[in-house]
Each structure stands twice: as structure tokens, then as C-alpha cells.
């Protein structure tokens, strides 16, 4: 498992820690995700899940987190600021990559709390995932997507993805499913590994530690 999917992913400004079982972590997740948690209705608005109603909650979500990791089918990671930038050592979010081994795809996800908005962490974020995508595990596409009205997400995903070379798919017709029982279309994008290799991207400056 750990010559998959490294343990932490450095950037210049994010440490990211792959999550596995952990009760500190289910707890210090909680804190976040729980119903009444600071701007979690704002947090979660454009996400799947629902907010959590017990610490318990986190705990089987995390476990199939690492079960997922273990199975190799993909890999979840708290986002930090690291050292200088404010909020050091703060879960700021989390990021996912899921993969489709037949098809050679991954799919990236992310969730970031409110006081982390604005700072340019889904884009870093995402470049490093990207890296560890094709220059890693030598993927040939990832996808990625948001609802179509998430403004932010748009701005933020055709940000990154232009500048990795990748282009927007279009509008899906309902998509995706959420835990509340309604159903989605979403806006999807793509980034090929020839793209991302033509437009710099395994330039970036990311550092995996196993």
C-alpha cells in the first residue's frame, strides 16, 4: 500500500496526510463535520453526505476510507497549512483520488472548510494530486467535477484545469446521488496525463514521503 499511495504529500504551502483508521482523526474531523459545526451548512451545501450527528459517524466513514486504501481502489488526505501560513497544523479540508484501474482514471474530490476559502489551496491541492495521479500511478485521465450552480468550485476547477492542459467534458444529467435522497447533474472536466505533461505539470514542486 505505501508504494501507492504515500503516506504525506508536501507542497509549498499544504502537508497532506493520507487518512487512515484513526480514532484522533474521527474525532478532530467531527469537530467539522458535525451538524451545528461552524459554517457547516456552507461547507456542505454542494457535497454528498450529510453533517454528522455522532463521533461514531466519522469513525465508520474513515474506516472505509483506509479500507479503500487497502484495497487500492483510491486514497483520502487531510489538507494542513504548513509552517508561515495562517492556521498552521488546522485540518483545512480533505482531498480524495478514486480510482477506475480498468480505464486507467482517476477522480478527484475535495472539501475545505470556510476560513481556508480564497487562498488558492484547491488549485495547490490539486496540482500535487495531479502529480501523484500520472507521475506516480501512471493514470492516463482524471476527472473532475462540481454541481452546476457551485460557483466557486467552477472557478476554482477551470482554473486549474486550463492550466494543466485539460478541458471541460460538459453537463451531465443526473449524476450524481446525494445522501438526502435528491439527485444532481454535474459539470464535468478532464486533464490527460499527455496534456498535463505537455502544459509543465510534473514540474511542480511536490514531495511524497512513504
Same mark, same amino acid.
Given at each position: 500500500m505505501t508504494d501507492l499511495f504515500p503516506e504525506t504529500v508536501l507542497t509549498d504551502r499544504l502537508r497532506l496526510e493520507r487518512i487512515d483508521t484513526d480514532d484522533a482523526d474521527a474525532l478532530d474531523l467531527y469537530e467539522h463535520w458535525r451538524e451545528g459545526a461552524p459554517n457547516v451548512e456552507a461547507t456542505t451545501e454542494y457535497v454528498t453526505w450529510e453533517p454528522y450527528d455522532h463521533p461514531h459517524g466519522v469513525a465508520e466513514t474513515l474506516s472505509r476510507t483506509a479500507e479503500r486504501t487497502e484495497n487500492r481502489e483510491g486514497a483520502t488526505y487531510l489538507l494542513r497549512p504548513r509552517e508561515g501560513d495562517p492556521g498552521a497544523g488546522e485540518i483545512a479540508g480533505t482531498t480524495g483520488l478514486f480510482m477506475d484501474w480498468d480505464c486507467?482514471?482517476?477522480?478527484?474530490?475535495?472539501?475545505?472548510?470556510?476560513?481556508?476559502?480564497?487562498?488558492?489551496?484547491?488549485?495547490?491541492?490539486?496540482?500535487?494530486v495531479l502529480k501523484l495521479a500520472f507521475d506516480r500511478l501512471?493514470? %492516463?485521465?482524471?476527472?473532475?467535477? &462540481?454541481?452546476?450552480?457551485? %460557483?466557486?468550485s467552477e472557478r476554482a476547477i477551470t482554473k486549474?484545469? %486550463?492550466? &494543466?492542459?485539460?478541458?471541460?467534458?460538459?453537463?451531465?444529467?443526473?449524476?450524481?446521488?446525494?445522501?438526502?435522497? #435528491?439527485? &444532481?447533474? #454535474?459539470? %464535468?472536466?478532464s486533464v490527460s496525463q499527455a496534456e498535463w505533461r505537455e502544459a509543465d505539470g510534473a514540474e511542480a514542486e511536490v514531495e511524497f514521503r512513504d
Open positions: 486507467r482514471v482517476g477522480g478527484l474530490g475535495v472539501w475545505i472548510r470556510k476560513p481556508f476559502w480564497g487562498r488558492g489551496y484547491s488549485g495547490e491541492r490539486a496540482d500535487a501512471d493514470l %492516463e485521465l482524471v476527472r473532475v467535477s &462540481h454541481l452546476p450552480e457551485n %460557483e466557486n486549474y484545469v %486550463e492550466r &494543466h492542459g485539460g478541458r471541460r467534458a460538459g453537463r451531465f444529467r443526473n449524476r450524481v446521488d446525494f445522501q438526502n435522497g #435528491t439527485i &444532481h447533474d #454535474t459539470v %464535468e472536466y
